[in-house]
Every structure is written in structure tokens, then in C-alpha cells.
């Protein structure tokens, strides 16, 4: 019993045409070959149907269009895999950018407008408000902080000020501000 040790598998090869010289099957047709070979395969298809037989692998020459095309293919696709997606130059290569969609950035805008007139109103209201009173909470802090460091006091008496702060500034203030005005 003998064994075929071949790497090639069947119809990888074709020849081209005149006979004398052959190339991998490629992966991509020409647009003239792939018209015929949809003819053929159509073809084939009716033929199977009317005489119920299994229709045979095409061994038609490669034309030179898609060798060519293969080789371009391949190329491509080796310099994709080179490509830096994290590079300056692949990003340089995207300019210019495509131009602004000027409908569409004020439909945008209208709509951005309309959500803010639509959250100021109920609630919505308070909600700057209330983050205006927990900065100017917050900066007070911070001045009192500047002012205990600008009187000559010890680090222990300073220490102790600040905490008798924050503790007052614990006890006016709701729980729920108290991340955004004192930062432990």
C-alpha cells in the first residue's frame, strides 16, 4: 500500500494559458472570470439537475488579471499585518478628515438645547443649584485651610482647627454632599 507524502493538495496548481507555466489557484477573479465562472457554474448546475450526476471541479487557465490580483491581495494583506495600529503615521494617513455634516451638527444642537430647556424644568432645577453650593462649600473650606497656614500656628493646632471645620462643616451640610465638598 502506498502512501502519497505530497503538501500539495489537488487543483491548488493551475497552469496558465499556453501550458508552460503554472501558479497557485488565486483567491480572488478578475471581473471577466468571475462572469464565466458563473456561466459555467450555472451550466454545470442545470446539467446536474437533469442528469442527477455530481458536477467536476473547473480547470480553466489563470488568466494573468487574476494572478495579478492574488499578488495584490496577498501584498495587502502582509501590510496590514505590519501596520502599527498605535503609530503616528496611521493616523496621519486618515487626514483630512471627512467634511462636517452641517444639517446634522445643528439637528444636533436643536436636540442639545431642547434636553437642557427640558432638565431645567421640575427637579431638574435644583440640580445646578445644588452643585453651585457644594463648590462654594468646598472653596470656603479651602480658604479657611489657607488662612489657618497663613497665622503662625503649630501643626497640632492647625491640625485640630481644620478638623473642628470639617466636623461643623459635617454638621450643617447633608450627608450626600459631604464627598463633593470634603475630600478625606
Same mark, same amino acid.
Not at 507524502?5 to 477573479?29: C, I, M, N, Y
Not at 467634511?99 to 446634522?104: A, C, G
Not at 427637579?123 to 472653596?139: L, P, S, T, W
Given at each position: *500500500?502506498?502512501?502519497?507524502?505530497?503538501?500539495?493538495?489537488?487543483?491548488?496548481?493551475?497552469?496558465? +494559458?499556453?501550458?508552460?507555466?503554472?501558479?497557485?489557484? +488565486?483567491?480572488?477573479?478578475?471581473?471577466?472570470?468571475?462572469? &464565466?465562472?458563473?456561466?459555467?457554474?450555472?451550466?454545470?448546475?442545470?446539467? $446536474?439537475?437533469?442528469?442527477?450526476?455530481?458536477?467536476?471541479?473547473?480547470?480553466?487557465?489563470?488568466?494573468?488579471?487574476?494572478?495579478? !490580483?492574488?499578488?495584490?491581495?496577498?501584498?495587502?494583506?502582509? !501590510?496590514?499585518?505590519?501596520?502599527?495600529? &498605535?503609530?503616528?503615521?496611521?493616523?496621519? $494617513?486618515?487626514?483630512?478628515?471627512?467634511?462636517?455634516?452641517?444639517?446634522?451638527?445643528?439637528?444636533?444642537?436643536?436636540?442639545?438645547?431642547?434636553?437642557?430647556?427640558?432638565?431645567?424644568?421640575?427637579?431638574?432645577?435644583?440640580?445646578?443649584?445644588?452643585?453651585? &453650593?457644594?463648590?462654594?462649600?468646598?472653596?470656603?473650606?479651602?480658604?479657611?485651610?489657607?488662612?489657618?497656614?497663613?497665622? +503662625?500656628?503649630? !501643626?497640632?493646632?492647625?491640625?485640630?482647627? *481644620?478638623? *473642628? &471645620?470639617?466636623?461643623?462643616?459635617?454638621?450643617?451640610?447633608?450627608?450626600?454632599?459631604? +464627598?463633593?465638598?470634603?475630600?478625606?
Amino acid at each position: *500500500m502506498a502512501q502519497e507524502h505530497s503538501q500539495t493538495v489537488g487543483d491548488e496548481w493551475v497552469s496558465f +494559458p499556453g501550458g508552460e507555466l503554472e501558479g497557485k489557484r +488565486p483567491k480572488v477573479l478578475c471581473d471577466a472570470c468571475r462572469e &464565466a465562472l458563473k456561466r459555467e457554474t450555472g451550466a454545470r448546475l442545470s446539467l $446536474s439537475r437533469r442528469t442527477a450526476s455530481r458536477p467536476s471541479s473547473p480547470s480553466r487557465p489563470l488568466c494573468f488579471q487574476c494572478y495579478r !490580483a492574488g499578488l495584490d491581495r496577498d501584498r495587502a494583506i502582509h !501590510a496590514a499585518g505590519q501596520l502599527n495600529t &498605535a503609530s503616528e503615521e496611521r493616523f496621519q $494617513s486618515q487626514l483630512p478628515f471627512e467634511p462636517v455634516d452641517k444639517p446634522r451638527l445643528e439637528m444636533l444642537k436643536v436636540d442639545r438645547a431642547d434636553a437642557r430647556a427640558a432638565a431645567v424644568l421640575g427637579a431638574g432645577r435644583f440640580v445646578d443649584k445644588r452643585r453651585r &453650593a457644594q463648590i462654594a462649600a468646598r472653596h470656603t473650606l479651602q480658604t479657611l485651610a489657607a488662612g489657618l497656614h497663613a497665622h +503662625p500656628l503649630s !501643626a497640632t493646632e492647625r491640625d485640630r482647627a *481644620m478638623a *473642628m &471645620a470639617i466636623r461643623a462643616a459635617e454638621l450643617q451640610l447633608p450627608d450626600a454632599w459631604l +464627598p463633593f465638598v470634603v475630600a478625606r
